[in-house]
């Protein structure tokens, strides 16, 4: 397919377009119009008179939904027979009023449920059937076999990947303005990638740059809760479930316990790491970063499980989920950004100390933004 | 949740200094046992379950009490009765009702009466029998016992039986009651694993080796090795490990709870094996 399709939000466009559809079709000397019916109580989308060149016109109930799925179909239904039969004998015409259900696109499967029962359809793309005995007409014909408004039509890229966690990791612990190049040096990314991400989020309004400008305004929040869409905690890092049979309590103190010069990397995120700034209750489960999990479960004394976990460890996805790590007393916490898109995305009521993590970092600004 | 629960903690624990007041002259032979043990042992355990008890209970070692004053007497002149409903000997109240319950280890208990401890000229009605006792009197020490109340600055020093000794008795307990679930308390399962939480694996496993070994305590501390592989390191899906996770729910994490009692049950019995020869074989 060619330019994306015309965007028709509006219900009112989605038939327009429609009607055309099927008034192309009409044989010569037949008229589709929009009519006015006077209605008791529930009022249709809309209602159309099919004319005919000699003879009695009939009507149409319609309704019109943007996009429609087959599980709608038997509400939509029952909807405009209900309809039908609030309209009175005097305006019901020689051989209805019958149902029309018109929408941007119609799948195959709702064609095919809406045929068995007679009930006349048309999309925008196309896609319609009139089937009527008295004035006898036949009208069938298949447009778009994909939804033209899915997938390629939908705004261009994501936020995956490890460029990506650098730079929204820089933007919203680094308070602005600066220029893309500096914002190179201070995530950490490479040039290209970091100028298609700042490309991608302007484009997002999530943060203000004007053309070839430097970076005046980030909306770090939203930025957040935009990148957790496509972060996971569980699903972007490599987690495995470990007991700590003693509670977390003895997780803190054996980590305050490894000195600064242990061979390999960790640091505390989710609720535990939350703590340190904003307490919201007792944690129930430690989320910790460890480039060696294995390692890390030896030295804290904690045991496999394959449920009734009680701490994560993940074997990060990047690496920069140690950048602007604190060890405020005496443990490895990572910078709160992280701690609250790893919550945002962590397991249980995670998503809700998130939410509150983010409220402590808009109230406490200074306390953590660079 | 504060309140009720923590009211009933501290007449618990008024009560208990009341009834070690009266019993001051037979400190040396008065032990102090149960729930209120455990916690004097495990003050702020990292466990979601509050401390609850209302009991006090007492175990008494009858090798070396004084014929004076009498028990019966001390208690009743102190204001605590026995409790005519359960008409269990040992089973004291104090005025407003809270529980004291004396006993003495079955293995000391003297007579061949099913319940009471026979130890002339003490009545026979004023101590109760019980089996899983015997480890606290070889294991305890010296504590101060402070009030839990603002309004009391009473502490006495009383002998509290040790983490290892509590533990044979709970076990022993929950064994007992095996048999009729209904007297199961979910709650003695979670006093095991408050234990098994704040108490060091090495510092219990010592201490159980030495009771293993001892000529009064040796047997019922085999059998708590028993039932501690039962009840609890046989994993997660065990009778007392199912209590603790039981214990647990809506204010904890049950399945961690039960996982966790039972891998310190594990590493317990595994401690104790692995002690030098000479000492006891554990059965299983």
């Given at each position: 397919m060619g330019a994306p399709p015309?965007?028709?939000?509006?219900e009112l466009d989605v038939l327009t377009v429609a009607l055309m559809q099927i008034r192309r079709r009409l044989p010569e000397g037949w008229r589709l119009d929009l009519s006015e019916v006077p209605v008791d109580r529930r009022r249709p989308d809309a209602v159309l008179s099919l004319v005919p060149p000699t003879g009695s016109a009939v009507t149409f109930i319609v309704e019109v939904k943007r996009s429609m799925v087959r599980r709608d179909l038997p509400a939509v239904l029952e909807q405009l027979e209900g309809q039908i039969a609030a309209i009175s004998p005097a305006h019901?015409?020689?051989?209805?009023?019958l149902p029309f259900v018109v929408s941007r696109y119609l799948a195959e499967p709702l064609r095919e449920w809406l045929a068995e029962r007679g009930v006349a359809y048309a999309d925008a793309t196309g896609n319609l059937r009139l089937a009527l005995n008295r004035p006898a007409l036949f009208l069938r014909d298949v447009g778009a076999?994909?939804?033209?408004?899915?997938g390629p039509g939908r705004p261009k890229g994501n936020l995956t990947g490890e460029p990506v966690a650098r730079v929204v990791r820089a933007l919203v612990d680094f308070a602005p303005p600066y220029s893309v190049p500096r914002l190179v040096d201070l995530a950490g990314a490479s040039t290209g990638p970091t100028y298609r991400v700042v490309d991608f989020l302007n484009e997002q309004s999530l943060l203000t740059r004007p053309e070839?400008?430097?970076?005046?305004?980030?909306?770090w929040r939203e930025l957040l809760q935009r990148w957790s869409q496509d972060y996971g905690f569980l699903r972007t890092n490599a987690v495995t479930g470990w007991l700590a049979p003693r509670g977390l309590p003895t997780v803190t103190k054996a980590l305050t316990d490894?000195?600064?010069?242990?061979?390999s990397r960790y640091a505390v995120t989710g609720s535990l790491a939350a703590q340190t700034w904003a307490p919201y209750a007792p944690a129930r489960a430690a989320m910790i970063y460890s480039d060696d999990p294995p390692w890390l479960a030896d030295r804290l004394d904690l045991r496999p499980v394959d449920?009734?976990?009680?701490v994560l460890l993940a074997a990060p996805?990047?690496?920069?989920?140690?950048?602007?790590?604190?060890?405020?007393?005496g443990v490895q916490v990572v910078a709160p950004s992280q701690a609250a898109v790893d919550l945002m995305t962590g397991p249980g009521r995670n998503p809700a100390e998130g939410e509150a993590l983010l409220d402590w970092m808009e109230a406490n600004i200074d306390a953590w933004r660079r | 949740m504060p309140g009720d629960g923590d009211d009933l903690l501290v007449r618990a624990r008024s009560v208990l200094l009341d009834a070690l007041n009266a019993l001051a002259e037979h400190r040396d032979s008065i032990i102090v046992i149960g729930a209120q043990a455990i916690y004097l042992h495990t003050?702020?355990?990292?466990?979601?379950v509050a401390e609850a008890t209302k009991d006090s209970d007492l175990a008494v070692?009858?090798?070396?009490?004084?014929?004076?004053?009498l028990i019966d007497a001390a208690m009743e002149q102190a204001g605590f009765f026995l409790d005519p409903i359960s008409?269990?000997?040992?089973?004291w109240m104090s005025p407003d009702g809270i529980p004291v319950d004396l006993m003495v280890p079955e293995a000391i208990?003297?007579?061949?009466?099913?319940r009471s401890a026979i130890h002339?000229?003490?009545?026979?009605?004023s101590m109760r029998r019980a089996v899983g006792l015997e480890a606290a009197v070889i294991d305890n020490v010296e504590m101060q016992v402070p009030?839990?109340?603002?309004?009391d600055q009473r502490s006495l020093t009383a002998k509290v039986a040790g983490p290892a000794a509590l533990l044979v008795a709970k076990l022993h307990k929950i064994a007992e009651r095996r048999e009729t679930?209904?007297?199961?308390?979910?709650k003695d399962a979670h006093d095991i694993y408050r234990l098994l939480v704040t108490i060091g694996t090495e510092q219990l496993a010592d201490v159980l080796v030495r009771l293993l070994s001892d000529d009064l305590a040796g047997d019922v501390t085999t059998q708590a090795m028993a039932y501690l592989q039962e009840l609890?390191?046989?994993?997660?899906?065990?009778l007392g490990a199912q209590m603790v996770a039981r214990a647990e729910e809506?204010?904890?994490?049950p399945e961690v709870a039960a996982r966790s009692s039972a891998v310190l049950s594990a590493d317990l019995l595994t401690a104790v094996r692995i002690q030098p020869p000479g000492t006891r074989t554990v059965i299983r």
């Amino acid at each position: 397919m060619g330019a994306p399709p015309a965007p028709l939000v509006r219900e009112l466009d989605v038939l327009t377009v429609a009607l055309m559809q099927i008034r192309r079709r009409l044989p010569e000397g037949w008229r589709l119009d929009l009519s006015e019916v006077p209605v008791d109580r529930r009022r249709p989308d809309a209602v159309l008179s099919l004319v005919p060149p000699t003879g009695s016109a009939v009507t149409f109930i319609v309704e019109v939904k943007r996009s429609m799925v087959r599980r709608d179909l038997p509400a939509v239904l029952e909807q405009l027979e209900g309809q039908i039969a609030a309209i009175s004998p005097a305006h019901r015409g020689a051989a209805g009023p019958l149902p029309f259900v018109v929408s941007r696109y119609l799948a195959e499967p709702l064609r095919e449920w809406l045929a068995e029962r007679g009930v006349a359809y048309a999309d925008a793309t196309g896609n319609l059937r009139l089937a009527l005995n008295r004035p006898a007409l036949f009208l069938r014909d298949v447009g778009a076999t994909k939804d033209p408004w899915r997938g390629p039509g939908r705004p261009k890229g994501n936020l995956t990947g490890e460029p990506v966690a650098r730079v929204v990791r820089a933007l919203v612990d680094f308070a602005p303005p600066y220029s893309v190049p500096r914002l190179v040096d201070l995530a950490g990314a490479s040039t290209g990638p970091t100028y298609r991400v700042v490309d991608f989020l302007n484009e997002q309004s999530l943060l203000t740059r004007p053309e070839r400008g430097a970076i005046e305004q980030v909306r770090w929040r939203e930025l957040l809760q935009r990148w957790s869409q496509d972060y996971g905690f569980l699903r972007t890092n490599a987690v495995t479930g470990w007991l700590a049979p003693r509670g977390l309590p003895t997780v803190t103190k054996a980590l305050t316990d490894l000195s600064a010069a242990q061979p390999s990397r960790y640091a505390v995120t989710g609720s535990l790491a939350a703590q340190t700034w904003a307490p919201y209750a007792p944690a129930r489960a430690a989320m910790i970063y460890s480039d060696d999990p294995p390692w890390l479960a030896d030295r804290l004394d904690l045991r496999p499980v394959d449920s009734g976990a009680n701490v994560l460890l993940a074997a990060p996805a990047y690496d920069v989920v140690y950048d602007r790590a604190s060890a405020p007393n005496g443990v490895q916490v990572v910078a709160p950004s992280q701690a609250a898109v790893d919550l945002m995305t962590g397991p249980g009521r995670n998503p809700a100390e998130g939410e509150a993590l983010l409220d402590w970092m808009e109230a406490n600004i200074d306390a953590w933004r660079r | 949740m504060p309140g009720d629960g923590d009211d009933l903690l501290v007449r618990a624990r008024s009560v208990l200094l009341d009834a070690l007041n009266a019993l001051a002259e037979h400190r040396d032979s008065i032990i102090v046992i149960g729930a209120q043990a455990i916690y004097l042992h495990t003050g702020a355990a990292p466990v979601a379950v509050a401390e609850a008890t209302k009991d006090s209970d007492l175990a008494v070692d009858v090798r070396a009490l004084r014929e004076d004053p009498l028990i019966d007497a001390a208690m009743e002149q102190a204001g605590f009765f026995l409790d005519p409903i359960s008409g269990q000997p040992g089973a004291w109240m104090s005025p407003d009702g809270i529980p004291v319950d004396l006993m003495v280890p079955e293995a000391i208990a003297g007579g061949s009466s099913r319940r009471s401890a026979i130890h002339p000229p003490h009545d026979k009605r004023s101590m109760r029998r019980a089996v899983g006792l015997e480890a606290a009197v070889i294991d305890n020490v010296e504590m101060q016992v402070p009030s839990l109340s603002p309004d009391d600055q009473r502490s006495l020093t009383a002998k509290v039986a040790g983490p290892a000794a509590l533990l044979v008795a709970k076990l022993h307990k929950i064994a007992e009651r095996r048999e009729t679930p209904n007297r199961l308390l979910d709650k003695d399962a979670h006093d095991i694993y408050r234990l098994l939480v704040t108490i060091g694996t090495e510092q219990l496993a010592d201490v159980l080796v030495r009771l293993l070994s001892d000529d009064l305590a040796g047997d019922v501390t085999t059998q708590a090795m028993a039932y501690l592989q039962e009840l609890f390191a046989d994993g997660p899906d065990a009778l007392g490990a199912q209590m603790v996770a039981r214990a647990e729910e809506g204010v904890g994490d049950p399945e961690v709870a039960a996982r966790s009692s039972a891998v310190l049950s594990a590493d317990l019995l595994t401690a104790v094996r692995i002690q030098p020869p000479g000492t006891r074989t554990v059965i299983r």
